[in-house]
């Protein structure tokens, strides 16, 4: 790494430090190594329980779901810098279809991660990464949800105010990936139910 690369590393850090800590958010930010691609992500990692898994939109970074992340609790929150952002390593998306890059890159970070069962929460970018996963890994789909565990969802101040909204409609707010407004699997069992 240059010094110059160094140098916009730390600074990064700094930033995203002073960011998490503005929303008193205690974080650990982990490099795990992808299998394909072949090179280390970071991810930021906030709470205990059942795993969440965000992913960024283009041109952003894990640090952009900083706001929203203060807004749950009860579950492990996983926010992932993707190949080629943030403090990840540099990457090239040639050589193959975005959509063949976000099942590789998504299905590479569950099995780094070690998480049997996960959600995916997208924005941008991110959720077109979680919606292709759903997709076209059914196998990968079920360990995070099932094409119905795959959301997407506006990321910092944006998403913020879809909490907002949520609160002034009467719904409970600490469990945001079990709620009826987020949770594609409440809505496919009511569609379900009036199929019937």
Do not use: N
Not at 26 to 44: I, K
Not at 98 to 104: D, I, S, Y
Not at 142 to 154: D, I, Y
Not at 156 to 171: N, Y
């Amino acid at each position: 790494m240059t010094a110059a690369a160094s140098t916009a590393q730390q600074q990064l850090e700094d930033a995203e430090k002073r960011l998490f800590e503005a929303y008193g958010l205690p974080y650990e930010c982990v490099r795990v190594s992808l299998t394909d691609p072949s090179l280390d992500v970071a991810v930021r990692i906030v709470g205990d329980g059942s795993p969440l898994l965000f992913v960024h939109g283009s041109g952003m970074s894990a640090a952009t779901w900083a706001p929203l992340l203060q807004q749950i609790a009860g579950h492990r929150l996983l926010a992932l810098d993707l190949p080629g952002f943030g403090l990840s390593d540099p990457y090239s998306y040639e050589g193959r279809s975005l959509r063949e890059h976000a099942v590789a890159q998504l299905t590479s970070v569950l099995e780094a991660l070690d998480l049997g069962r996960a959600r995916v929460v997208g924005t941008s970018l991110g959720a077109m990464w979680a919606l292709c996963l759903a997709l076209d890994a059914p196998q990968e789909g079920r360990r995070s949800g099932g094409p119905r565990g795959a959301c997407g969802l506006p990321a910092g101040h944006e998403g913020r105010r879809v909490l907002q909204a949520h609160d002034h409609a009467g719904a409970p707010r600490g469990d945001l990936a079990r709620t009826g407004a987020f949770d594609a699997d409440e809505g496919a069992r009511r569609d379900e139910e009036r199929a019937r």
